[in-house]
């Protein structure tokens, strides 16, 4: 049954009158309460109470939603009743008499929340985990939740209705106050009870979310084929989340056998319908070829969609392919303002990388002490890349004091973690006494454990390790291996050491030939020793045709790179014309740069280089010992002994 106009009419006359008696009557009435703004509170009131129970079909009146919808649109439009406008925003949240509008009750909401608890709860949500077109900001939504905890009675709306009404929307949104302790406590087997009882009433939302408790074990023992069936009912009618959730199963063989090609058909049909978390995942599947051909520019395409919602992991995935140009131009700057769009949400791993990028200037002026307040931030998050990095600038002084200890410290917690860079690092240090006594054996542990992972570094010190006997026992043939696993990674340190592993027969059959093939590999990527190697063989002709200019060239590239052993074979060139015009005031220079990094053998033939210069150059006295070619200018300063 309804209200006439005339009915209502009256009863706000009749509401008016008393009213009026009572501030006559009152003195402690505040003289700034109208009696104009009285009134529409109590037509809204009104209005609200009714809408409310026709709603829920409460109180005896007929369940009519699109009736109740009219009457919060009344107390809206005519008194700005904020009560009504929430559960209006909660009409088109859910569909309820109305289409349902994500973006409307986004709007409604706002408009409510200054003083509306409903619409802070529901706002908390929104901003939380978003829905199609409606923007995600974590760092708002803990605002929102905070708010909530400020206003009292702020969900009772909510708890009413789920409770009193058994209305499905309002159990599933009381079981996400206690999913996330909005207004209530947090309570995980609170929110699944609510939830089961939205989804057995075949709300779609209450059947993903609890498809999402089996699939988890979050309230209830973990039940995987029991969370796809719930995902299904949910998909069926439409719910995007549970179409996403769907596809996630696929792509990780949860409760089904793995499909990755099924997983991204669901995924498509969830991202065109607005899902960011679909969307971003699609991306993931074209950048990987998950399922779909590889496909770099349709990968940021999707990401894109996924970050202007909000999702905070597409912001970092965008931020990453702007930063290495993958699917778009590469653009640093570009690249740290989605790190930071991300990292602002409290994502660990854009945090991370917007440290990184602060430590070396990457797309952002470069600040060490912001790198490293970045990677605490993230630390604290539980991200094992920026306990390693933490690490890293604490051995290194980057941002912080040095301090070894403290840097052992983070590579440990990273290292626990099973982080192949963190173990090497780690093993570096008790390797060479880093923060922590020296323990070669210890260091063989570490490296072996970032090896068996793949790690190339830690492939060739292991190799490092067995070829010299430090900290096991020695073991050429085992050196050998792990340097060819590294060397297939193309680390030049480990192509050069296989190189000297086949020219000397450590460990493998002498192989000349096998021997310059590494170190040509090695020499291509620029490595000193390698080039010095390498050069060495074609100045001799051993497993390669002869080539002194060539080996002069690759002496030259050495010994720039102030490669001491390149140094002395360069200055051996010009003194002797192998592969270069004779130059000995050029000899003297490589010798005298060799001699002073510590090379005996330079330092020899420096002198008796000068020596035979002062012999042949004419009109010269004769000069007697090395005092006196110092005091002649031929020797710049006396050469250091060999170290």
Not at 1 to 12: A, G, I
Not at 77 to 95: D, M, N, R, V, W
Not at 587 to 594: G, N, P
């Amino acid at each position: 049954m309804t209200l006439s106009s005339t009915s209502f009419s009256s009863l706000l006359n009749r509401s008016r009158q008393a009213l009026l008696t009572k501030i006559k009557n009152t003195q402690f009435m505040s003289v700034h309460r109208s009696v104009i703004t009285m009134e529409r509170e109590l037509g809204g009131d009104l209005y609200f109470k009714l809408g409310t129970q026709h709603l829920f079909g409460r109180d005896n009146k007929p369940l009519n939603r699109m009736l109740a919808v009219s009457y919060f649109r009344k107390a809206f439009k005519q008194y700005q009743h904020t009560p009504s406008i929430g559960a209006l925003g909660f009409c088109y949240e859910f569909g309820l008499g109305v289409p349902n509008d994500f973006v409307e009750a986004e709007r409604l909401y706002l408009l409510a929340s200054h003083e509306d608890g409903l619409s802070m709860a529901r706002l908390a949500f929104l901003r939380k985990y978003g829905r199609p077109n409606v923007k995600i900001d974590r760092v708002e939504a803990e605002e929102w939740a905070d708010k909530v905890q400020q206003c009292p009675g702020a969900v009772d709306w909510i708890i009413e209705a789920a409770t009193q009404d058994e209305d499905a929307s309002a159990q599933y949104a009381l079981g996400v106050c206690y999913h996330d302790g909005i207004g209530m406590p947090m309570d995980e087997e609170a929110a699944f009870r609510w939830y089961k009882a939205s989804a057995e009433q075949g709300n779609a939302r209450g059947q993903g979310i609890l498809g999402y408790c089996y699939g988890e074990g979050f309230g209830v023992t973990k039940d995987e084929q029991e969370a796809m069936c719930w995902y299904r009912l949910a998909a069926a009618q439409g719910e995007t989340i549970a179409i996403y959730n769907v596809g996630y199963c696929y792509e990780d063989g949860i409760g089904v056998e793995k499909d990755v090609q099924e997983a991204v058909k669901w995924y498509k049909i969830s991202a065109g319908m607005g899902n960011a978390f679909a969307q971003n995942s699609l991306g993931y599947c074209y950048e990987d070829g998950i399922g779909e051909v590889q496909d770099f520019v349709k990968a940021t395409y999707w990401y894109k969609k996924s970050a202007n919602q909000g999702y905070p992991w597409a912001e970092c995935n965008l931020g990453y392919c702007y930063q290495n140009g993958i699917g778009v131009e590469k653009d640093d700057t570009a690249g740290a303002y989605w790190y930071r769009k991300a990292a602002l949400q409290g994502h660990a791993r854009a945090q991370h990388n917007l440290g990184f990028c602060y430590q070396n200037g990457i797309g952002i002026e470069k600040d060490e002490r912001e790198a490293v307040n970045w990677y605490k931030l993230s630390a604290e998050r539980g991200n094992i890349f920026a306990y390693h990095s933490l690490g890293y600038c604490y051995q290194n002084g980057i941002g912080v004091t040095i301090n070894e200890q403290e840097a052992v410290f983070w590579y440990y917690l990273s290292a626990e973690e099973n982080h192949a860079p963190a173990q090497l690092s780690l093993g570096y240090c008790y390797r060479n006494g880093i923060g922590v006594p020296q323990n070669e054996r210890e260091a063989v542990k570490w490296f072996r454990k970032s090896a068996e992972q793949g790690n190339a570094l830690a492939q060739n010190s292991l190799g490092f390790c067995f070829e010299e006997g430090l900290g096991v026992k020695k073991d050429c043939p085992r050196a050998v291996f792990w340097y060819h696993k590294s060397a297939r990674q193309n680390n030049p340190w480990a192509q050069c050491n296989l190189g000297f592993c086949y020219a000397n027969g450590i460990g493998v059959e002498q192989n000349n030939s096998k021997a310059v093939y590494w170190y040509r590999q090695a020499a291509t990527q620029n490595h000193p020793r390698a080039l010095d190697k390498l050069a060495l063989h074609l100045q001799s002709g051993l497993g390669v045709d002869r080539d002194p200019e060539m080996a002069f060239k690759l002496f030259q590239r050495a010994a720039e790179q102030d490669h001491v052993a390149a140094q002395y074979h360069l200055a051996n060139c010009y003194e002797k014309g192998l592969g270069a015009t004779v130059d000995l005031r050029q000899a003297t220079i490589w010798f005298e740069r060799a001699a002073m990094a510590g090379c005996r053998n330079s330092h020899e033939r420096l002198r008796i280089l000068l020596v035979r210069v002062c012999l042949i150059s004419p009109g010269l006295l004769p000069i007697n010992g090395e005092d006196e070619l110092v005091c002649s200018g031929f020797i710049s300063g006396h050469s250091a002994p060999a170290a």
